[in-house]
C-alpha cells in the first residue's frame, strides 16, 4: 500500500477528529439498529413457528380463493385414506344485524369476520368459552327456540355482544340468513 494514503488519512482524523467521531457513531447505530430489527423479526419467528400448530389448529393450512379441483378433491381424499384427519373451514367477512329493536347506543348491524367450521376443529390446542360449553352444543341448530326455523348457534368475542348490546343466547342474523 502507498504510504501516502495512510499519511494523509492520519492527519485529516487528526485535524477534524470530532467529524470522525461522529461518522464512527452513525455507523455504530446503523448496525446497532440492523441487528435489533434482525433478533425481534428472529425472536417473531421462532414465536410464531413455536405455537404455530396453535394458531392454525393444525399443521398445515391451506388457503384457497376458488372451490377445489376434482383433482385437489381427490388428493384430499387420499390423505384421508393414509389416517390423515382434516377439517375443513370458510371465512368471509358478513353483516350481523339484530333480531330486535337495539338498546340507545348499541349498533343494529356490524361487519363481522365469520369462520365456518366442522365438528373436528380445532385439530391441535382448544377454544375457550365463557361460559365454558362444548362447540358441538352451542353450534348445533336448535329448530325448537326459533319457530320451527333452523336457527344455527354461535361462538362471538365479546366486543361483538357489546357493540350491538347483545347478550349470550340472544338472536342475530348474519346476511340474509
Known amino acids: 500500500m502507498n504510504p501516502f494514503i495512510f499519511s494523509m488519512a492520519w492527519r485529516e ?3 477534524a477528529w470530532r467529524h470522525f467521531l461522529y461518522f464512527f457513531a452513525c455507523i455504530a447505530i ?14 417473531v419467528d421462532r ?6 400448530r ?3 389448529g393444525g399443521d398445515l ?18 390423505l384421508g385414506e393414509r389416517n ?13 344485524a339484530r333480531t330486535s329493536q337495539p338498546p340507545s347506543g348499541a349498533q343494529s348491524t356490524q361487519i363481522i369476520e365469520l369462520k365456518a ?12 368459552l365463557d361460559p365454558a360449553q362444548s362447540l358441538d352444543v352451542l353450534l348445533h341448530p336448535d329448530e325448537i327456540r326459533c319457530g320451527g326455523q333452523s336457527c344455527f348457534g354461535a361462538v362471538v368475542q365479546e366486543s361483538l ?3 350491538m348490546g347483545l347478550s349470550v343466547g340472544d338472536h342475530f342474523k348474519i346476511g340474509h340468513v
Open 61 to 78: 393450512e391451506i388457503r384457497l380463493t376458488h372451490p377445489l379441483s376434482l383433482a385437489g378433491q381427490t388428493v384430499m381424499d387420499s
Open 84 to 96: 390423515m384427519v382434516f377439517t375443513h373451514v370458510s371465512e368471509l367477512i358478513a353483516m350481523a
Open 117 to 128: 367450521i366442522e365438528s373436528a376443529y380445532p385439530l391441535y390446542g382448544a377454544i375457550r
Open 47 to 52: 414465536a410464531v413457528t413455536k405455537e404455530a
Open 161 to 163: 355482544l357489546i357493540r
Open 30 to 43: 446503523g448496525v446497532g439498529a440492523l441487528v435489533g430489527v434482525s433478533l425481534f423479526g428472529m425472536n
Open 54 to 56: 396453535g394458531l392454525l
Open 13 to 15: 482524523t487528526r485535524g
